[in-house]
């Protein structure tokens, strides 16, 4: 069982070999042109106000553990999305791997597993990139490698339990325009969640980005965590859990019909 | 023991949602023979290939492929089927033969043993000069040959191909027929389900006829074609409006009468006979075919209905 997950993280990282360079540019070079814009063009201007002492750190460090959360986010979101509605509907090369001793538990797994592979490399490279920002020392920065596998994989599980439901791609654009893009801009990478209405504070809170920032960021930059840092891991985990459950009883349902 | 079918399904029976696919039948696959399904579109032909893939459970009814039980024990039949869909399902982000290499690698074979394996079934369906190529330029009957390549990749005794031919040219279509019967000589065996009743006689030596979920019929090709129809068959077309006008006459001068919306079948023992006897009757066909009887005739007999529409 867990050499058949195997088997399915090898022929993705097959993939990944000969496609690298389109998914290279977006993840491993968006992070930079976002610090250098937000944090060193609009931070000298937070930090010229009340930013620094508001926040009780200068703007850039605040935004690059952030940054790094959200990027997180959205490799998880994304590699559980499009590829996983390829499998199912587009291509069907679900299909072609069930007519083998594969099962869907080991598709689910091996396709979170290299997830997890990408979420480090992309997470390792942007250890190097706080400490070329001069934001957090390279151990502190790959300190945080952890914690951010772990949030982007707390929302690669339910989404693709969320694609593993849906009937055509409409639901992915709405995932991303209503879901993914708002957490990305209020849930605490760019500013503190406490400067959010009260009303839409709770709901920053129950996302798992929110606890994925604090993680990161308590990791990279020592800043205090809002909660005990255990509880912060047993949300993501939870939803790394239930996520993994349910996408797997969902693609049964769907592709063992 | 080596008489033991392959496969064997009692009041098999799949539903969905309230509509039944597969309605209660029965049937017995044999080592070493091609077997197939013949019906069309809707008949019930896929929904029954997945179930004996072990990729669908069945509603009711027993099933066992190479005598395991499909619902518990999956990963050990599928290990030994190889599956051929009807829509090529291949990974199109990949050459010929890392297709290959990867779909081996399901099943558990070492890499160096995928990659041999590849090399040698490129070669047996004629892929052997495309190995580097991406899937995406391949044509249709290549894709397909390639698919059938795959499913053979764990040696298996069992290869299920559910309607290998449909979207093919003939050439294509004759090319794989080929290899087809090239695996059938090595001892492979086969079911396939087409709803096209020259590929069922090609390829089939024993069938069923199926029609809306049920069996109407099993036997060879042969069997079938002398138990439900005459040897010849004579098909005549009319000036439009006037078919009608000739039925009452046609009737009786063959053993049976079929009456299509664009021509008229007369089933005789005899053609030569037949034609004489519509001449003298006074009737003058625009065209006239005298031709052998075929599965699509048996069909026509069982159901009332075509099988292509």
């Known amino acids: ?257 | 023991m080596t008489d033991d079918p392959l496969v064997a399904a009692r009041s098999l029976t799949k539903r969905f949602d309230g509509f039944t696919a597969v309605d209660g039948i029965d049937f017995q696959v044999r080592r070493g023979e091609a077997f197939g399904f013949l019906g069309p579109n809707g008949a019930g032909k896929s929904s029954t290939m997945r179930m004996i893939a072990a990729v669908s459970p069945p509603s009711d009814g027993t099933l066992s492929v190479l005598r395991r039980d499909p619902v518990t024990e999956g990963p050990a039949i599928r290990s030994r089927l190889g599956v051929v869909p009807q829509e090529d399902n291949l990974d199109l982000e990949l050459t010929v033969h890392e297709n290959l290499v990867v779909y081996g690698r399901y099943y558990g074979l070492p890499r160096e043993e995928c990659r041999r394996r590849a090399d040698e079934l490129l070669a047996f369906v004629q892929l052997g000069d495309r190995a580097d190529a991406q899937v995406e330029s391949l044509s249709g009957g290549m894709k397909r040959r390639l698919t059938i390549a795959r499913g053979l990749v764990n040696r298996p005794e069992l290869l299920l191909l559910d309607e290998p031919t449909t979207g093919l040219d003939p050439q294509a279509r004759h090319a794989l027929w080929d290899r087809l019967y090239r695996l059938k000589q090595q001892g492979t065996t086969l079911i396939i389900t087409t709803h096209y009743m020259d590929e069922a006689e090609q390829l089939c030596d024993r069938l069923v006829v199926m029609d809306r979920g049920r069996i109407a019929a099993e036997g060879s090709p042969r069997e079938l074609i002398t138990s439900h129809v005459t040897r010849d068959v004579i098909e005549l077309r009319f000036a439009v409006g006037e078919q009608d006008t000739h039925v009452a006459t046609l009737d009786g001068l063959a053993d049976r009468l079929e009456v299509l919306p664009d021509r008229i079948l007369l089933y005789t023992a005899d053609a030569d006979v037949t034609e004489a006897a519509i001449a003298s009757a006074g009737v003058r066909p625009e065209a006239t075919v005298i031709r052998r009887a075929t599965l699509e005739d048996v069909f026509l007999k069982l159901t009332g209905r075509t099988l292509v529409d």
Request: proline share 6%; charged share 15%; net charge positive.
């Open chain 1, 1 to 257: 069982m867990a050499t058949a997950a195997l088997r399915v993280l090898e022929a993705e990282a097959l993939h990944y070999r000969r496609a690298w360079r389109g998914s290279v540019v977006s993840t491993f070079l968006t992070p930079i042109l976002y610090l250098l814009a937000m944090g060193m063009g609009l931070g000298t201007l937070v930090d010229r106000g009340a930013g620094t002492a508001e926040l009780g750190l200068p703007y850039l460090e605040f935004l690059g553990p952030g940054l790094l959360a959200a990027t997180a986010m959205q490799v998880g979101a994304g590699d559980a999305a499009w590829p996983v509605m390829a499998g199912i509907k587009w291509r069907r090369t679900y299909d072609a791997v069930l007519a083998t001793p594969v099962a869907v538990r080991d598709i689910v797994t091996g396709h979170l597993a290299f997830t997890g592979l990408r979420l480090t490399l992309m997470a390792t490279w942007f250890a190097v990139v706080l400490r070329l920002f001069g934001i957090a020392p390279l151990p502190r920065g790959l300190l945080a490698v952890l914690p951010a596998v772990l949030a982007g994989l707390a929302f690669s599980a339910p989404i693709m339990a969320f694609t593993a439901s849906l009937k055509s791609e409409q639901g992915l654009t709405n995932l991303f325009r209503f879901g993914i893009v708002p957490l990305f801009l209020f849930s605490g990478t760019f500013f503190p969640v406490e400067q959010l209405p009260d009303a839409l504070e709770p709901l920053a809170v129950v996302t798992p980005l929110w606890h994925g920032v604090e993680l990161i960021r308590g990791a990279a930059v020592g800043f205090p965590t809002a909660w005990h840092p255990a509880a912060h891991v047993a949300v993501l985990v939870g939803f790394l859990t239930v996520g993994l459950v349910l996408a797997v009883r969902r693609l049964e349902r769907r592709l063992l019909r």
